[in-house]
């Protein structure tokens, strides 16, 4: 649907985005990912032909932007960070500015108002000026005006920024509907979003793409490292180091707690394990030989969050 | 191109909307109207080549209030992307915001109808010079609004979009009563600067191609600087 070749940008001499490489397959939530000044919204500004790319290419279906900008644009809703719109408009005056701008009359044209006002919630604010509106209800607003041509793909840069909680839900709700039957970009740096909405997450760094893969995948690949905590009575740390360190793929152990108890000190070990399988079983059998009392034995998963740090920490 | 028309109704609309159109024309009507009159009886002539006269300066003032909004507010707002990412392209968005101040200018000059069909009540007015100094005024105001779009396509600020605005068209109307400060070569060609200097002949009732050449070519470059201004900025 989509296909990004080496794009760059330059404003002046500073490079906003380095000759990144990626696909947008039709009907994918693809989530855009990174920290503020990655190069998210210049990819995504560049996607919806506003910026021109210093370099590379971008091609979405049969048409590439240099050459059919007008094309994509009739293909492409964009909805820009904060929605800024224009503050003095009705809210229905502005969703018939954009119907009249997407070349829709008459009938059509009422009836695809009604149906993207039904769809973003905005119809009970159809008659007040934009400016008064909350940001949620903006943000609603914007949303529909992406959506006013029915358009095959959808573009919304950090689309629940600046919202509070109830309105994250409502909005992150709608674009899933939206999700359903059309191809959806967006950028944010709440991890949770993108794992709540995105079936694919390209993470970027410093405009250079540093991950690509289901969010699933990631959490995996990331380094095939994982933690596991363990609690036990009746045992010396000196000890268990001695043991566990004997066994494979076990690379680190660390004490994080001990508890004073009157029947045995309790200590909480965490231990971090080098191998693509689990471990678990191993050390439990290895525990059983010995008199320790195990308490609690506990995988730690990955999240996206640790992912996420790893791959874009400042090196 | 279908696209100019709609550009044009919003920003048309969006003046009448908030007070602006109506501060800025009643400015233009008091300001234009106490001059006019004022000296109008003392000549005991019935005319009105004093309010043509007038009209570069007052509108090297008020066409810049008019056109500041244009760009400058899009940019400060942002809703200059949400707009260009919708099928448009700058020549229409240009055109048609270009051609609501055009239209507004007219819209402006309405009211002032009232001061001719005075005074032809007054005495033997000579309509010609009066049709000549209306289609002079709106060639006028479509160079100074095209300035006007080009000194707010520089800034965010519509301040300073004013400011710039008004700078170039003052400059521009001022430039052949400053002439004498120069060296006899110069003259010709700063002469043909002057917006003031091809108003004029209009005014008189002389319909020139080479004015009208001068008004459009001015306009043609107020819209190209524009274009070149917003492109530098994507």
């Known amino acids: 649907m989509i296909h990004v070749e080496r794009l760059t940008k330059y404003y002046r001499d500073l490079c906003a985005v380095d000759q990144i490489n990626f696909d947008v397959h039709k009907g994918e939530i693809l989530g855009l990912l990174g920290p503020n000044g990655a190069g998210k919204t210049t990819t995504l500004r560049m996607l919806s032909g506003f910026l021109r790319p210093t370099s590379g290419s971008i091609r979405v279906k049969d048409y590439t932007v240099d050459q059919h900008a007008l094309e994509i644009k009739r293909l492409l809703g964009y909805l820009p960070e904060s929605a800024p719109l224009y503050h003095e408009m009705l809210v229905y005056d502005y969703l018939d500015f954009v119907a009249n701008i997407r070349e829709l009359y008459g009938e059509e044209k009422r009836a695809r108002i009604r149906h993207v006002a039904d769809l973003c919630g905005v119809n009970e604010v159809m008659h007040q000026p934009i400016g008064e509106l909350s940001k949620g209800y903006k943000q609603r607003v914007g949303l529909a005006h992406a959506m006013m041509n029915d358009p095959e793909i959808l573009v919304f840069d950090e689309p629940t920024s600046g919202l509070d909680p109830n309105q994250i839900v409502e909005i992150r709700e709608i674009i899933r509907q939206i999700g359903k039957e059309k191809t959806v970009v967006l950028s944010t740096h709440i991890l949770s979003e993108a794992e709540a909405t995105c079936d694919r997450v390209v993470i970027i760094n410093r405009g250079k793409i540093v991950a690509d893969g289901s969010t699933e995948t990631l959490k995996q690949s990331a380094s095939g490292e994982y933690l596991v905590n363990i609690s036990l009575q009746n045992a010396r740390f000196e000890s268990v180091k001695r043991e566990l360190h004997s066994m494979d793929g076990i690379a680190g152990i660390v004490l994080t707690n001990m508890e004073q108890e009157e029947d045995g000190d309790i200590l909480h070990v965490r231990l971090t394990c080098q191998s693509s399988e689990d471990l678990r079983g191993d050390i439990y059998r290895k525990i059983k030989q010995t008199d320790w009392v195990l308490l609690e034995l506990q995988r730690e998963t990955k999240t996206l969050e640790n992912v996420f740090r790893e791959l874009t920490r400042e090196s | 191109m279908r696209q100019v028309r709609h550009i044009f109704k919003r920003e048309f609309g969006v003046y009448f909307v908030s007070p602006i159109a ?213």
């Open chain 2, 22 to 234: 109506y501060i800025v024309i009643s400015i233009f009507l008091i300001v234009t109207g106490w001059f006019f009159f004022t000296t109008f009886f003392l000549y005991s002539q019935a005319n009105v080549r004093n309010f043509f006269a007038l009209l570069p300066i007052t509108f090297s003032f008020v066409v810049p209030a008019v056109t500041m909004r244009l760009f400058s507010e899009e940019l400060n707002i942002g809703s200059y992307e949400t707009l260009l990412t919708m099928p448009v392209t700058f020549l229409d968005v240009a055109l048609g915001k270009f051609l609501a101040a055009v239209v507004f200018v007219g819209a402006m000059l309405v009211p002032t109808l009232a001061y001719p069909i005075t005074v032809s009540f007054l005495g033997q007015l000579d309509w010609g010079p009066v049709v000549g100094g209306y289609i002079g005024a709106m060639l006028l105001g479509a160079a100074f609004s095209a300035i006007g779009v080009f000194a707010s396509s520089l800034t965010r600020n519509q301040i300073i979009a004013f400011i710039i605005g008004m700078a170039i068209c003052f400059s521009l109307t001022l430039i052949d009563k400053m002439l004498f400060f120069l060296p006899q070569s110069m003259i010709g060609v700063l002469e043909y600067l002057g917006a003031d200097f091809h108003f004029e002949n209009i005014s008189k009732g002389v319909i020139d191609s080479r004015d009208i050449l001068y008004f459009l070519s001015v306009s043609f470059v107020g819209l190209y600087g524009a274009h070149l201004a917003m492109r530098e900025k994507n």
